[in-house]
């Protein structure tokens, strides 16, 4: 019997590599989404197509009340997303306070109702200097609390945490993934934008690795 694994899956590049990953290893797979009140929202109709594609059982699960507590965030917030690169000072602005923490509580908790072993998030290197959350002493120290935070522990497993979105994207291409089914942009349009920090680093990354992005830009 396959194991049960839940992913959080946002339905961006990073997430959308580390749910593959899991489906190619043949685990039964609990996607979770959340809609945060992130004006990017665009990305979760693109995880519910490519679950309803890989016929994954899939959640997206309404949190936008904690909005009225944890505010401050271009995402979320009427603040205009920063444009250039992906640098800290830039991008500073798109954190939203203790996201992760909070989505992987209730991925946790998810996966202790499921009988579910692990839980896979996409934290790489690229974003440790901008999201506390991202850091490897914060998978750590969550490894360590979830561990014993219900009777049955929970793994957290971040497959690309010492990775950059760069090689992120070489090991989808190598596994011949269809990154036009993500989305990236950190604005809520029709297209993307192609000048926030998010589209920046994904453009990045399809350069390096020698791709044309299928994705369509303003």
Wanted: glycine share 8%.
């Amino acid at each position: 019997m396959a194991q049960k694994v839940v992913v959080i899956f946002s339905g961006g590049m990073d997430s959308f590599t580390v749910l593959h990953k899991a489906h190619q290893q043949g685990l039964e797979i609990y996607a979770l989404s959340f809609d945060y009140g992130q004006r990017h929202s665009k990305e979760l109709i693109c995880a519910a197509r490519v679950c309803e594609e890989l016929g994954v059982s899939h959640k997206v699960v309404d949190i936008r009340a904690i909005n009225s507590l944890v505010g401050g965030s271009s995402l979320t917030s009427d603040i205009d997303v920063a444009e250039g690169h992906y640098a800290a000072e830039n991008m500073k602005n798109t954190v939203v306070p203790n996201r992760n923490m909070i989505l992987l509580s209730l991925a946790v908790g998810y996966a202790v109702s499921l009988n579910a072993c692990r839980v896979y998030y996409g934290a790489h290197s690229g974003d440790h200097n901008i999201y506390p959350d991202c850091r490897p002493e914060f998978v750590e120290r969550m490894n360590d609390v979830c561990a014993i935070a219900n009777y049955e522990p929970v793994e957290i497993v971040s497959p690309y945490l010492h990775e950059s979105k760069i090689e992120i994207l070489a090991d989808g291409l190598a596994m011949g993934l269809d990154y036009g089914k993500t989305w990236t942009c950190y604005n809520g349009r029709e297209k993307a934008c192609g000048k926030c920090g998010a589209c920046n680093e994904r453009l990045e990354a399809f350069a390096a690795n020698g791709v044309v992005d299928p994705l369509v830009y303003e």
